[in-house]
């Protein structure tokens, strides 16, 4: 990057990966709760979560346009607005239309800021990117660790989850405040992109590919933060304190892998790396669920080997489409939350057909559809993922 970078705009891009998942990755243990105080059912919550999130896909899918109108800054300062709006919306909300209602500008401000940061980061750090975009993520797994830990705790200690929404929205508004000072740079292609044939890209089949690699796995991470809980509670009996501590672990694991990681693509390959990580994770996670009980701490272990897939892969798109980056982000992310929220409904839907003990199965699934997909991106793009 030839242009100096104020370290609060870095600050602030790194900061709301971390804060992300406190609002994200804490939803897994507060089910059980949800359903008690509102009286709902599984699908019933798996629908709001995909109602919520589908609210963004107008954001993934226009997001070139939305920043080449907004900027880099305004969109990080827009993004977080729209995620406090909607976390104080549920912590005060006392029906589940209102608490559900919460989720659609959580969902938007998320998915603008995902946009904004993975297409600004490569930029800012053109020789390493792929470095620096692992430990971008790896922030997100520091972040569902300290959650997932954080949330047991004070669960145990009595404290409910509108209190800890609340001090999450306090967060976000500490860094909508340090936004006012950041200085983040601006890719100067921003304009021209917006007049790449959107219909082409939307069309492509590595950007459809991509979007299913991502998405695919995208699921099969969040299914462990979102349903692992509820199935150890099922199955096992445990209480959430415990399902947030063997979640916890996972995404522990998870966070010094992408912290390590990065160094690792670099050295042995995009598509080796992730196609490995990926056939390691499906081991893992069948391993523990089919293995019962006693092993169930290695689909924690799995959490380590799935670290480096998303960061890895999703710094190539501006490789693969350099003319076009934000357009082809927004479209990737697009079909991600797509995949994503499918999925997430479908095992909401599984889980009250035919059980959890079952349900659960369908997170290694997506791994395997993963695996498929990004096979195919390796066999289109050798030279770019080596």
Not at 18 to 37: H, Q, S, V, W
Not at 111 to 116: E, G, I, K, M
Not at 259 to 275: E, M, N, S
Not at 291 to 305: Q, T
Request: proline letters at 3%; glycine letters at 10%; hydrophobic letters at 55%.
């Amino acid at each position: 990057m030839n242009k100096k970078h104020n370290g609060i705009g870095v600050f602030l891009i790194f900061a709301i990966m971390l804060l992300a998942p406190f609002i994200e990755n804490t939803r897994g243990i507060f089910i059980p709760m949800f359903k008690d105080e509102f009286g709902v059912s599984n699908t019933l919550i798996s629908t709001a979560i995909t109602v919520g999130a589908a609210s963004s896909l107008f954001v993934s899918l226009f997001g070139g346009p939305i920043i080449g109108k907004l900027g880099q800054k305004g969109s990080f300062t827009v993004s977080l607005a729209f995620v406090l709006a909607g976390i104080l919306l549920q912590t005060w909300s006392r029906s589940f239309f209102l608490f559900a209602l919460g989720l659609v500008p959580i969902s938007m401000g998320i998915a603008l800021y995902n946009v904004s940061a993975n297409t600004i980061i490569p930029f800012m750090f053109f020789s390493i990117q792929t470095v620096i975009m692992n430990i971008l993520h790896a922030m997100y797994g520091v972040g569902s660790t300290i959650a997932q830990n954080l949330t047991g705790t004070l669960l145990s200690m009595g404290i409910g989850w509108r209190t800890i929404y609340l001090g999450v929205s306090a967060a976000y508004f500490l860094l909508a405040f340090l936004s006012r000072f950041a200085v983040i740079p601006e890719i100067p292609r921003a304009k021209e992109e917006m007049q790449v044939s959107g219909r082409r890209l939307m069309r492509d089949p590595l950007v459809i590919a991509f979007g299913l690699a991502l998405g695919f796995y995208a699921f099969s991470e969040f299914g462990v933060s979102l349903w692992l809980t509820n199935y150890l509670k099922a199955i096992y009996r445990y209480p959430e304190s415990t399902g947030a501590r063997y979640v916890g672990f996972f995404f522990l694991l998870f966070s010094a892998g992408r912290l390590l990681g990065g160094f690792v693509v670099q050295r042995i390959g995009t598509f080796k790396a992730v196609a490995g990580t990926l056939i390691i994770s499906l081991a893992l996670m069948l391993s523990g669920l089919l293995l019962g009980e006693r092993f169930l701490i290695v689909v924690s272990i799995a959490g380590l080997f799935y670290s480096i897939v998303y960061p890895s892969l999703i710094s190539k798109v501006g490789a693969v489409f350099p003319d076009s980056t934000a357009h082809a982000m927004g479209y990737v992310i697009t079909i991600i939350n797509i995949v994503l929220n499918g999925m997430n409904q479908v095992m909401g839907m599984l889980t009250d057909a035919i059980g959890p003990g079952l349900s659960i199965f369908l997170i290694p699934a997506c791994l395997v559809a993963a695996l498929a997909a990004t096979a195919f991106i390796g066999s289109r793009t050798k030279v770019i993922l080596k």
